[in-house]
């Protein structure tokens, strides 16, 4: 058997190495058909020969991606035919003679807005158990590299997950094993800033493994990178990128509820303002995914473990929690004014995505809405053909429809803007409408028109 606690033990060769995924999500899935895209360093030109395998704990996901189908249709049609290059598994047993494995699993918040590290934590010991597996077979030849991806708060890798590898695979930290932090920044469903277009933040335990994990990424990454001086530097650019577009988004929900009241229109003041040229263009809506929406409860379980009560922060996340109850509540008082029942009425909630046409759910602020419509006794059809039917009944108990119910409605709530729903048009919209109606477009999705309520 080797003997892994010697001192000769060296990084994995960058153009030569298996690359083990773990997590094949939104993030995770991009970045292994990238891996194994590449044949050719985007840095030196030189021929890449690399093994990609991509593990999850969803065998039904597993199943998917090794019969070509991905169901977050992040993939276009070209990258879906890399999908045979990669070896998927939900077996840690077949990955654990990787040289690099790389964590993109969810990072969550709990029911009382604290981080939930549980993924993290499983993620982190499936890798120790790797470790020891080529530990005991004795091809343990080189220097393990595991980096993250998955957005923490800073100091989360080095005191939470560091810890349990060197209890678990009773290795030697930046001796038997290096480390590193580059967070994703993938956007689900946008199509022109892709994974290789948007420059990569990278950081390593080491200098040498800073370095190494600089190259590992720049063979892939077309903009490039940027090389942050440690992991906590790296994690906290990370989570302030999110942080600051909830506050920036935060301000614009607060000053729709001002206009509203003042009597104006809200897209009409931002289009004014946005004349001058350092105005920040941002919108009203709904906040919710698997970022903007999580990201700043981590940053302040941080500030407040450190003592300090992040007040701005926490008041942009209230205003945004709080935006979908204010536009069902605003629905209900527009109804009422044009003498609209409340009570067992048809409303039709277009879209339930979190965002404009993709089908990711997760933390979706749509289900806010549909729930306070429904505490005030009216009765909601939910359609969205985006979304996958399965899911959105797992995760929230809500039926989504793939087509609109041949009837009428006494109010058209417009909460994500899909393209398909423009396909429809408002004169296809008012064919599901009733003599008295609403439709209410929450993101301003169609023109000013004297038919249509928006804030």
């Not at 070896?87 to 981080?115: G, L, M």
């Not at 790296?234 to 935060?250: H, V």
Request: proline share 4%.
């Amino acid at each position: 058997m080797n003997d892994v606690s010697n001192d000769m033990l060296r990084l994995p060769n960058l153009d030569n190495c298996k690359i083990s995924i773990i997590g094949l999500g939104y993030v995770g899935l991009p970045l292994a058909i990238e891996f194994a895209m590449t044949v050719c360093c985007r840095r030196t030109g030189k021929k890449l020969n690399r093994k990609v395998f991509g593990l999850d704990i969803s065998e039904k996901r597993i199943n998917n991606l090794r019969n070509g189908i991905d169901t977050t249709n992040e993939l276009n049609e070209y990258e879906k035919t890399f999908l045979n290059k990669i070896n998927f598994t939900s077996d840690h047993k077949d990955i654990y003679d990787s040289d690099v494995f790389i964590v993109t699993v969810p990072t969550p918040i709990d029911c009382n807005k604290n981080p939930d590290l549980k993924p993290l934590i499983s993620a982190t010991e499936t890798i120790a158990s790797c470790l020891k597996i080529a530990k005991e077979k004795g091809i343990y030849h080189n220097k393990k590299i595991i980096i993250y991806e998955s957005t923490v708060f800073p100091g989360a890798t080095e005191e939470v997950c560091i810890p349990i590898f060197e209890k678990e695979s009773i290795l030697e930290t930046n001796r038997d094993f290096s480390y590193g932090y580059s967070p994703e920044r993938i956007n689900p469903g946008d199509k022109e800033h892709r994974l290789v277009n948007i420059k990569k933040v990278t950081s390593g335990s080491d200098q040498e493994t800073r370095l190494w994990v600089d190259n590992f990424y720049g063979s892939i990454i077309n903009a490039g990178t940027h090389s942050a001086s440690s992991i906590k530097t790296a994690e906290a650019a990370k989570i302030i990128e999110n942080t600051q577009r909830d506050l920036n988004i935060a301000l614009i929900n607060e000053l729709a509820q001002i206009f509203e009241r003042i009597g104006i229109d809200t897209k009409e003041v931002l289009e004014a303002a946005g004349t001058k040229w350092n105005f920040m263009k941002f919108m009203p809506g709904l906040v919710g995914g698997h970022c903007i929406g999580v990201d700043p409860y981590y940053l302040t379980y941080k500030a407040k473990e450190l003592g300090y009560i992040p007040n701005i922060i926490l008041a942009g996340r209230k205003i945004n929690d709080s935006m979908g109850e204010y536009v069902a509540g605003l629905l209900i008082k527009k109804m009422l004014k044009k003498s609209i029942s409340i009570k067992k009425t048809n409303i039709l909630m277009m879209g339930f995505s979190f965002k404009a046409n993709c089908p990711d759910i997760r933390n979706t602020g749509v289900v806010r809405v549909v729930n306070e419509l429904k505490d005030f006794g009216c009765k909601v059809d939910v359609y969205d053909p985006w979304v996958i039917k399965d899911e959105a009944s797992e995760l929230y108990n809500i039926d989504v429809l793939n087509d609109i119910p041949n009837k009428q409605y006494s109010a058209i709530f417009i909460a994500v803007p899909h393209n398909c729903f423009l396909d429809i048009g408002i004169e296809g919209i008012l064919k599901f409408c009733e003599e008295k109606y609403i439709i209410f477009d929450l993101k301003y999705l169609f023109p000013l028109d004297e038919r249509i309520e928006r804030l």
